[in-house]
C-alpha cells in the first residue's frame, strides 16, 4: 500500500518525538484519522470534549513537560475553536503546534461549506509561521519548520492541510530546483551577552543598596544562579506568577507573587528599592515596579523581542538566564550591609502570619481562603497544579508556598477562564506519575471543566499515578468580577450577569466513575483534601464558599475597601446587613497588618 500524505506526517511527528497529539475529529482531518488507524495510534490521539480545550491541554502538556505540545482540529469550526487556546499558548510563550484540516482545494474560493480562510484567521496568532500544504513535497519542510519554530521561539505555529492533499500519495522532495529539502532536529541555542554589557549591569548593580529581584517563568532553570546573585546583593525576590515554580515559596527572602494578585512584601519592597534586576518576566503592570525615577534598573531575558519593556531599564541583557548571571556574579559586590535583606525577611514572616491569620476568619459557609491554605501543607512533593482564572488565582498566588519539585501554572497572560482542568490533564499525559491538582472557581467549571471530566474519566485509569483532584470554589458567582465591579466602579452586584446556579459537582463526577465530595463545613475542609491526595481515582471537590471573601490587592486599604462596601449597600442586600453592622470591622480581620490609612 502507498505512503499516503497523512501517513507521512504522522510519520514525521514521531521522528520529532512527538507522543501525544491532543485533538477532536471532524471530516476536514479524515484522512488523518484513517492514517491514525494504519498508525496505531502512534502519536496517541488523545480525545477531548472540544476543540478549545485540546488547544489548552496541549499548552498544558507543553509548559509541564518542556516539549513542544500539538492539537489537531478539522476544518472551519474546529479550526476556530482552537483559537483561544492557541492564543494562551502564544502569550505565554508556550510552544504548540496547531494542524488543522481545510476543504479540498477545488473548492477553495467557491463559499463552500465550512470554508474559512485559515491563512488569514491563523496570521495573528501563528504569526512566526503559517503555511499551508498543498502538494506532498512541501509536507516535509512545513512541518519540520513549524515544529522547530514553536521551539527556537516558544511560540504557537500553524500547518493547515486541505482534505484532498491528505490522502494523496506521499512523494519526497526532489534534488530540484524550486524543491525545499529538510532535516529533522534543532540544538539548544544559550546566548549570552558581551562582556562589555555585563560589566555595565554590575556597576549599576553594585551602586544600589537596596536591590529588588523580579523572576519570571525564563528564570526557572537559573534557581541557584538568581539565589547566589541575590545572596551576593542582599537581595529580596519577587516572582510574576508565571514564574511561581521557579524558586521555592518557603525561602525567608522570597516575597511571592506581584501584582494584584501578589503579595504586600512585594508591593513594599519594589515600592523601596533603590535598584531593581528582572530576569526572565516581562510583567506587565508597570505600576507595581518602582516608581519612575526611584530605581536604576538592569534586565535579563532571552527574547530579544521582549527586551527594555515595562520599566526605563539602563541595562538590557539578551541571554540565557543561567548563564548570564554566572557570568555576572563575579563582577557583583558582595553586600556587606544586612539591614535590606532582614527588613524583608521580616516582612515576609509577617505576610504569611497574615495568611494564616486570614484563613482562620469565619465565612458563610466556607472561607475560600482556608480552603486553599490547607492544602499548602498537604502539597505531595512532586504536584503539579493548575489555576484557573478567577478568585482562585488570587488564593493560588497568595497561599500555595511551592517547594522542592512541585511545579504550578495558569493563564499568566491572556488571563483566560477555562483552563484549570485541560492543563491539569495535559500535566498528566505528560507526567502520568505525578499527582496533579486543579483550583477552579463554579464559573469556569461550568464554562467547560464540567464537560472535560468526561475525559478524565476516560483516560484516568492510563496514568501510573490516577490522583488528578479538582477543587471547586463554589460560591454561587462570578467573583472576581463583582469584586472589580465593586472596586473600580463603585457598582453593586448585577445579579443577572454574575449569579450562577448551584451545581452538584460532586455528584456528576461520581456518575462518571470518579469520586467526588461535597464539603459544606470548615471542619471537614482538611479531612477531604487528604482523601483526595488518597484517593485511588481522580476526585472532584465540591467546596462551598463564601462569595464575600474579597481578593483584595496587597496595596489597599481599609478605606479602599471600604469603597467597594458602599457599592454592596447599594445592591447587594444579603451582605448590605453585614455592611451595616460594622464592615470595617469585619474587613480589618481579612486585612491584619494592612496599611488603614486611606
Not at 554590575?202 to 529581584?213: F, H, M, S, W, Y
Not at 518557603?250 to 528599592?273: F, K, N, Q, W
Not at 519539585?405 to 488571563?415: E, K, P, Q, V, Y
Amino acid at each position: 500500500m502507498s505512503t499516503k500524505v497523512s501517513d507521512h506526517l504522522l510519520q514525521r511527528l514521531r521522528e520529532w518525538g512527538v507522543e501525544h497529539v491532543f485533538g477532536y475529529p471532524g471530516d476536514g482531518i479524515n484522512g488523518l484519522l484513517a492514517a491514525w488507524g494504519r498508525a496505531e495510534d502512534n502519536p496517541r490521539f488523545i480525545q477531548s470534549r472540544h476543540e478549545e480545550m485540546s488547544a489548552f491541554e496541549a499548552v498544558g502538556y507543553a509548559k509541564f513537560s518542556g516539549r513542544v505540545g500539538v492539537c489537531v482540529a478539522t476544518s472551519g469550526p474546529g479550526a476556530i475553536h482552537l483559537l483561544n487556546g492557541l492564543y494562551d499558548a502564544k502569550l505565554d510563550h508556550v510552544p504548540v503546534v496547531a494542524i488543522v484540516g481545510q476543504t479540498d482545494r477545488s473548492a477553495m474560493g467557491g463559499s463552500y461549506q465550512q470554508e474559512v480562510d485559515l491563512v488569514s484567521l491563523y496570521k495573528d496568532v501563528a504569526s512566526d509561521y503559517c503555511q499551508m500544504v498543498t502538494v506532498p513535497e512541501q509536507l516535509p519542510n512545513v512541518l519540520d519548520r513549524a515544529i522547530r519554530t514553536a521551539l527556537a521561539r516558544r511560540t504557537v505555529t500553524a500547518v493547515i492541510v486541505p482534505a484532498d492533499v491528505q490522502e494523496l500519495d506521499y512523494s519526497a522532495p526532489e534534488h530540484a530546483f524550486k524543491m525545499v529539502p529538510s532535516s529533522l532536529g534543532v540544538s539548544r541555542s544559550t546566548p549570552v551577552p558581551d562582556d562589555e554589557d555585563l560589566q555595565r549591569a554590575a556597576e549599576v548593580l553594585n551602586d544600589g543598596g537596596k536591590t529588588a529581584i523580579l523572576i519570571g517563568q525564563g528564570a526557572r532553570g537559573a534557581r541557584a544562579e538568581v539565589l547566589a546573585v541575590a545572596d551576593r546583593l542582599g537581595a529580596g525576590i519577587a516572582k510574576a506568577l508565571l514564574g511561581k515554580d521557579a524558586l521555592a515559596d518557603d525561602l525567608p527572602h522570597v516575597t511571592g507573587a506581584i501584582g494584584l494578585l501578589g503579595t504586600r512584601p512585594s508591593y513594599e519592597m519594589m515600592r523601596d528599592c533603590d535598584t531593581l534586576l528582572v530576569v526572565g518576566s516581562s510583567f506587565p503592570y508597570s505600576q507595581f515596579l518602582p516608581k519612575f525615577g526611584r530605581a536604576r534598573a538592569v534586565q535579563i531575558d532571552i527574547d530579544p523581542h521582549m527586551i527594555g519593556l515595562r520599566y526605563p531599564f539602563e541595562v538590557n541583557l539578551v541571554g540565557d538566564a543561567a548563564r548570564t548571571l554566572r557570568r555576572l556574579l563575579p563582577l557583583l559586590d558582595q553586600m556587606e550591609d544586612p539591614a535590606w535583606r532582614k527588613k524583608i525577611e521580616g516582612e515576609v514572616a509577617r505576610w504569611w502570619e497574615v495568611m494564616e491569620r486570614r484563613a482562620a476568619v469565619d465565612a458563610d459557609p466556607i472561607n475560600p481562603e482556608y480552603v486553599v491554605h490547607e492544602l499548602d501543607a498537604l502539597l505531595p512533593q512532586d504536584v503539579i497544579l493548575s489555576a484557573d482564572s478567577g478568585s482562585a488565582a488570587n488564593w493560588y498566588a497568595r497561599h500555595l508556598r511551592l517547594r522542592g519539585d512541585m511545579r504550578g501554572s495558569l493563564s499568566g497572560t491572556l488571563a483566560t477562564m477555562g483552563p484549570g482542568v485541560p492543563y491539569a490533564i495535559g500535566a498528566k499525559f505528560a507526567h502520568g506519575d505525578r499527582p496533579a491538582i486543579a483550583l477552579v472557581g463554579d464559573g469556569a467549571m461550568q464554562m467547560n471543566g464540567m464537560a472535560e471530566l468526561i475525559t478524565v474519566a476516560k483516560y484516568w485509569q492510563e496514568w501510573q499515578d490516577p490522583r488528578l483532584v479538582v477543587a471547586v470554589l463554589n460560591n454561587r458567582d462570578l467573583n472576581q468580577v463583582t469584586w472589580e465591579m465593586r472596586a473600580m466602579s463603585g457598582a453593586p452586584q448585577f445579579l443577572p450577569s454574575q449569579s450562577i446556579p448551584d451545581v452538584a459537582y460532586a455528584d456528576f463526577a461520581r456518575s462518571l466513575g470518579l469520586t467526588g465530595i461535597r464539603i459544606e463545613r470548615p471542619d471537614q475542609v482538611r479531612g477531604a483534601w487528604e482523601s483526595a491526595l488518597a484517593a485511588g481515582r481522580p476526585t472532584v471537590l465540591d467546596f462551598v464558599t463564601d462569595p464575600a471573601v474579597p481578593p483584595i490587592p496587597p496595596h489597599a486599604t481599609l478605606d479602599q475597601i471600604e469603597a467597594a462596601a458602599s457599592a454592596i449597600l447599594k445592591g447587594d442586600s444579603d451582605r448590605g446587613a453585614m455592611v451595616r453592622q460594622g464592615f470595617r470591622a469585619k474587613m480589618q480581620e481579612f486585612l491584619p497588618g494592612h496599611r488603614t490609612e486611606g
